[in-house]
C-alpha cells in the first residue's frame, strides 16, 4: 500500500502518446504528490476553461480531504479511531471505505487501506524519497501485524445532508488511501466530463489513466513503460477503460546499511514486497484498476491468480525483479509490442 506519490513519479508506469497531428487542449495539476494530465478533444474554449477550472478545484479538496498524515478530513478521523471515538465523513471518502471494504475482500488481504500505523513506520508518510532511515524491527513488525487492522472494522451510519459518521471497532486502524485514491479521483474526473459535450478525454495521474470517447476520431493510446528500460508495448483505450500501474521500483527506502525497500508493504506479513517490480491493469474504473495492481504486487507470481479470480481480472500484465514480462493472453492480445519484445513475454496461466 502507499500514501500520496512524488512528482518525479509522473514519468513513471504509462504516459500518453500524441495519437493525430492536431494535439487536444490540455492542463496540468499537481494533486496527491503527482503531477496530473488532463486532455480534451473537441470543445470550444469556454468549455475548456470551464471543465479545467472545475477539475483544479475538484483535485485540490481531494487532496486536503483525503491526505494520510497531512491535517485534513482523513486525519481526523483516524484520530478518532485510535481514540474510540466517532467523526465526520462526506459521501467521497465514505465511499472510499465502501470500495476499499470489498477490494479488500476479493483481494484475499493483499490490498488493505487500514494499515497505515505500518505506512507510516517504515517511513513512507513523507514526501522525501528515498527515505533513510532504521527501518522498523522484526518485533514492532509483529506487534503492528497483530493488532489485525482492516477496513472490516469500519462501520459507517448516514446521519443526513450527505453527512455521516465513521467509527472503528480496533483503534489500530489507521487508514490510509495511497492505493485507491488516484483510481476513484480519476474516475470522479472523467464522470464530471463526460458530463460535459466533448468529443472524448483522458485524465492521466503521475501514469495512472483512464480515457473516454477518442481523440480527434482516434483512439487514446498509452505506452507500458519496463522498470528497466524502454517500453513494453502499446495499449489503445476502449469505453471508458482505466490503465493502472504499481510497482516498487521508484519510490523506496534505505537503512543506514544500504538495504533497498520498496514503498509497498504485503498488510499480511508487514513487510515490503519485492518479487514483483511492476503490475498493469485494464479494468473498467480506475478505482478497481488501482487497487487490482497494487495487490498483484503484492501477491506476486505465486498468489497472482487468486487475486485475479478474486477481482475478476481479465488483462495483467508483470514484471519480475530480473525484467522477465509476463501477461495473461488477454492482456497479451491488447498490447501492440515490437517482435523482438513479444517473444520475451511469458504467459500467465
Known amino acids: 500500500?502507499?500514501?500520496?506519490?512524488?512528482?518525479?513519479?509522473?514519468?513513471?508506469?504509462?504516459?500518453?502518446?500524441?495519437?493525430?497531428?492536431?494535439?487536444?487542449?490540455?492542463?496540468?495539476?499537481?494533486?496527491?504528490?503527482?503531477?496530473?494530465?488532463?486532455?480534451?478533444?473537441?470543445?470550444?474554449?469556454?468549455?475548456?476553461?470551464?471543465?479545467?477550472?472545475?477539475?483544479?478545484?475538484?483535485f485540490q479538496r481531494m487532496h486536503r480531504d483525503w491526505h494520510a498524515w497531512e491535517p485534513g478530513q482523513l486525519t481526523t478521523i483516524n484520530q478518532a479511531f485510535a481514540t474510540g471515538q466517532v467523526a465526520s465523513a462526506d459521501l467521497y471518502l465514505v465511499e472510499l471505505i465502501r470500495q476499499s471494504q470489498n477490494y479488500e475482500k476479493t483481494s484475499g488481504g493483499r490490498f488493505n487501506p487500514a494499515i497505515g500505523r505500518l505506512i507510516r513506520r517504515w517511513g513512507f508518510h513523507t514526501s522525501d524519497y528515498p527515505i533513510q532511515a532504521p527501518i522498523p524491527t522484526a518485533d514492532e513488525i509483529a506487534e503492528l501485524i497483530a493488532a489485525h487492522p482492516s477496513s472490516q472494522d469500519v462501520q459507517l451510519h448516514f446521519v443526513g445532508n450527505d453527512q455521516w459518521e465513521v467509527r472503528s471497532s480496533n483503534p489500530a486502524v489507521q487508514l490510509d488511501f495511497g492505493g485507491i485514491a488516484k483510481g476513484y479521483a480519476v474516475d470522479l474526473a472523467i464522470e464530471r466530463l463526460q458530463a460535459r459535450s466533448l468529443e472524448g478525454a483522458i485524465v492521466n495521474a503521475g501514469g495512472d489513466l483512464r480515457a473516454f470517447g477518442s481523440n480527434q476520431g482516434r483512439a487514446w493510446r498509452v505506452a507500458v513503460q519496463n522498470p528497466l528500460g524502454g517500453i513494453i508495448g502499446i495499449i489503445e483505450i476502449a469505453g471508458t477503460e482505466a490503465v493502472f500501474t504499481s510497482g516498487n521500483y521508484q519510490r523506496y527506502g534505505m537503512d543506514e546499511s544500504g538495504f533497498r525497500y520498496a514503498h509497498i508493504i504485503d498488510p499480511r506479513s508487514g513487510w515490503p514486497v519485492s518479487q514483483v517490480m511492476s503490475a498493469t491493469v485494464i479494468a473498467d474504473s480506475g478505482i478497481s484498476a488501482d487497487a487490482a495492481a497494487t495487490a498483484l504486487v503484492v501477491a506476486g507470481l505465486d498468489e497472482w491468480?487468486?487475486?485475479?479470480?478474486?477481482?475478476?481480472?481479465?488483462?495483467?500484465?508483470?514484471?519480475?525483479?530480473?525484467?522477465?514480462?509476463?501477461?495473461?493472453?488477454?492482456?497479451?492480445?491488447?498490447?501492440?509490442?515490437?517482435?523482438?519484445?513479444?517473444?520475451?513475454?511469458v504467459l500467465l496461466d
Open 1 to 58: 500500500m502507499m500514501p500520496g506519490r512524488l512528482l518525479s513519479c509522473f514519468v513513471a508506469c504509462l504516459f500518453l502518446l500524441a495519437c493525430s497531428d492536431q494535439e487536444p487542449d490540455k492542463a496540468e495539476l499537481f494533486v496527491f504528490g503527482t503531477l496530473v494530465d488532463i486532455s480534451l478533444s473537441g470543445a470550444d474554449q469556454a468549455a475548456v476553461k470551464a471543465a479545467f477550472l472545475d477539475l483544479q478545484q475538484m
Open 305 to 345: 491468480s487468486e487475486v485475479a479470480i478474486g477481482m475478476d481480472l481479465e488483462y495483467v500484465l508483470l514484471t519480475d525483479e530480473k525484467g522477465v514480462i509476463y501477461m495473461t493472453q488477454a492482456m497479451l492480445a491488447r498490447v501492440r509490442m515490437s517482435t523482438e519484445t513479444a517473444k520475451k513475454v
